[in-house]
């Protein structure tokens, strides 16, 4: 394209002015202000001239863009007013999806933090004497009645969590980990890591594959502290291999004045194979075992807000309230409130698994995501049954979040199999759509998995599908 008609193009771009005084951006400016709108303006305005300075436009597109210029408008105002971290739907099936946030909260969780989030609070106050309190008295007496735990403490995750009871309770001494249980969790967290950053002194002990009790036992000398049993929480070992029992390990910490400490990683407080599902160790176990000190996540098949949970003997908590890192490591008030309302949901194990959703999620039965399936394929197929396949189909959901490695859980998914765009490109407009679809690609169908998606969802998925499909 020649400079003139470049020129002559630029010269067409409308005034930022003018465009405010139109009819149709007098809604945009009272619903958002003149600020954003204006701001909005400003940057199409800009993408245009950068279009047409690069020889991308001609007279036609900019004739278009101009007809069209309310609607792209609003669409620049949206994007710029909408939070970076905002909801999404997860339809990938994994339960616990670290990149999409983990758990979700019990709405009792959900309504408890935003009480305590816009007012004040009884956080750090004894309200029978008015004196100071402790924030970590809401939910001790919870976590000890639930674990069988003398005492508990609660920090921000799990990581931290360990780190402070190596620092606290084993620094500047050995303790005696096996070879099996040396992992790295989610990229940044290894054990062997977090053992030197709490001045402790690594022992490993035993083979990738089995440790055994007397592996422990010849390790013992009198520069070590403890004894740490780490959940493979994240990877399975099978086949030939030997694990400690926490029972055995604990008996011989004590025999020997050592302390036993176990990190579970997920910590459940129920028996997953009452559910049909597989064994995950409960915490409950870990602290009849023997165990001094166990540590746990808030957000993985708790089902809570992110924490750091920390039960174990009243001497060994005591030593770890008074380090200097839990103050580095404090809970938020937002957790705390949301991690008693989950804790105080387990007091009764058939309300826990109806209200947190991620028992929820876990143990809803097949036929009623096939129902769902069925339902959404339904609503959908008669609109875009002309430029996709739409199947329900057997589907298998993962629990995710480093939790039950592995593990397949049955579900059901509708496949879609686009004709006018390739499967990849469906997901991708999927994801970047409003609201957002996360969805995977299995055989070259994009899989819209049941197992982790909320009934209330299936009308804006249907959307969504649509629009992804339709251009519209
Ligand atoms: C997940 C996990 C951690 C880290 O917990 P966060 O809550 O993510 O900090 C530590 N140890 C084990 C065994 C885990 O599975």
């Not at 900019?62 to 007013?81: F, G, I, S, W």
């Not at 890591?193 to 390790?219: I, P």
């Not at 597989?278 to 540590?295: F, K, L, N, W």
């Not at 189909?393 to 995710?400: A, F, L, M």
């Amino acid at each position: 394209m020649a400079t003139n008609s470049k020129q002559e193009l630029l010269k067409r771009l409308p005034a930022v002015d003018s465009v405010l005084r139109a009819a149709a951006v007098q809604p945009l400016l009272q619903q958002y202000g003149q600020v954003t709108v204006t701001r909005a303006v400003r940057a199409l305005l800009d993408s245009w001239r950068r279009l047409i300075l690069q020889d991308q436009w001609s007279g036609t597109d900019l004739e278009q863009a101009l007809a069209d210029m309310p609607e792209a408008l609003a669409q620049e105002v949206e994007a710029a007013v909408r939070p970076s971290l905002h909801p999404v739907i997860n339809a990938t099936g994994v339960l616990i999806h670290t990149n999409l946030g983990r758990s979700l909260l019990a709405a009792a969780a959900a309504q408890q933090i935003a009480q305590v989030a816009s007012s004040y609070s009884t956080l750090e106050v004894n309200v029978q004497t008015g004196e100071r309190g402790s924030r970590y008295s809401h939910v001790v007496q919870l976590l000890c009645e639930l674990t069988g735990a003398e005492d508990a403490l609660v920090v921000n995750n799990n990581a931290a969590a360990v780190l402070l009871t190596l620092a606290a309770l084993t620094a500047g001494k050995e303790v005696v980990v096996s070879r099996g249980q040396l992992v790295e969790i989610g990229g940044s967290f290894r054990i062997p890591e977090v053992m030197a950053q709490s001045g402790s002194r690594l022992v490993e002990v035993g083979t990738t594959n089995k440790t055994h009790l007397f592996d422990y036992e010849q390790a013992i000398g009198p520069d070590t502290a403890a004894l740490l049993k780490v959940h493979t929480s994240n990877y399975r070992l099978v086949g030939f291999t030997q694990e400690v029992a926490g029972r055995d390990l604990a008996a011989l910490a004590h025999e020997h004045g050592l302390l036993a400490i176990e990190d579970l990683g997920s910590g459940v407080l129920i028996d997953l194979q009452r559910y049909g599902l597989i064994y995950e160790p409960t915490v409950q176990e870990s602290v009849a075992a023997g165990m001094d000190v166990v540590t746990f996540s808030g957000d993985k098949l708790l089902g809570g807000p992110q924490a750091g949970i920390i039960v174990g003997r009243k001497d060994c908590i005591a030593k770890l309230k008074k380090h200097p890192l839990t103050r580095a490591f404090r809970i938020d008030k937002l957790t705390l409130a949301g991690l008693e309302a989950t804790l105080r949901l387990y007091l009764d194990e058939e309300t826990a698994v109806r209200e947190i959703p991620t028992l929820r999620m876990l143990t809803i039965p097949i036929e009623e995501l096939e129902v769902r399936a069925q339902q959404l394929v339904a609503a959908t197929v008669g609109e875009v049954g002309s430029v996709a396949q739409l199947n329900v189909v057997p589907s298998w959901g993962q629990v995710g979040g480093g939790s039950l490695p592995g593990y397949d859980i049955n579900s059901v998914a509708v496949a879609v199999l686009p004709q006018t765009i390739s499967p990849d490109e469906l997901e991708r407009r999927l994801r970047l759509g409003q609201p957002a679809v996360f969805t995977r690609i299995y055989r070259d169908q994009v899989l819209i998995d049941m197992r982790t998606v909320q009934p209330q969802e299936l009308p804006a998925i249907r959307s969504a599908l649509c629009r992804a499909l339709l251009g519209r």
